[in-house]
């Protein structure tokens, strides 16, 4: 109903009405047509943006512009992605060990990110050169990968020197509590 709803509104260039989709819709009185330029991209009519195939358009359209979310049979929760969804929380995956620090993921994008955002490293472990950069920071002189350079100032430097938190498990003083509880008490749910 949802999709044949949409399409009715992307063969029409212009609403009329109203249209409720499964939740969220917005009232919108805008062109919902694709527009093919001659760069050969689809352009979202409301923002602009270009997308190789029409059916992306329209899915950026019904996600984005009418925050159209479906519903997971699985968990009854709501998602703009739903296939992805399905993919990463449902599916039957096997669990894989990260080579570098040999915590378990399941195969698929959340491995991928770990691997990509945790080690600066391929699903193989070949390392990305991009994040291999390094800079020198001017407080400390420290040499910091860029990409956590951001990071750096805002855990070494922003924060007093003095700053602790108690541990509610072990009663230990730490600065960064979310990583001491995941680095020493990763048993405790």
């Known amino acids: ?11 029409h260039s212009v609403l009329n009405e109203s249209y409720s989709a499964d939740v ?38 019904k996600s984005v512009h009418l925050n159209v979310k479906k519903q997971c049979t699985h ?33 698929g994008r959340l491995f991928k990110d770990h691997m990509n955002k945790t080690h600066f490293q391929d699903e193989e472990g070949n390392p990305h050169e991009m994040y291999l950069e390094t800079t020198s920071c001017d407080v400390c002189g420290k040499h910091v990968l860029k990409s956590r350079f951001e990071r750096h100032m805002r ?22 509590l979310p990583w001491h509880l995941q680095k020493f008490h990763k048993h405790i749910n």
Request: aromatic share 10%; hydrophobic share 30%; with cysteine.
């Open 1 to 11: 109903l949802l999709d044949s709803l949409l399409q009715e509104m992307m063969e």
């Open 24 to 61: 969220g819709a917005s009232d919108c009185r805008n062109k919902v047509v694709p527009t093919l330029r001659s760069s050969g991209l689809y352009h979202c009519p409301q923002c602009n943006q270009g997308f190789k195939q029409r059916s992306n358009a329209q899915s950026h359209f």
């Open 75 to 107: 968990c009854g929760q709501y998602f703009k992605k739903l296939k992805s969804h399905i993919q990463d929380v449902h599916a039957m995956k096997k669990w894989i060990p990260c080579n570098v620090c040999g915590k378990e993921y399941q195969e």
């Open 155 to 176: 855990l070494r430097h922003y924060l007093p020197p003095n700053f602790a938190v108690e541990c509610p498990i072990c009663g230990a003083h730490v600065k960064f």
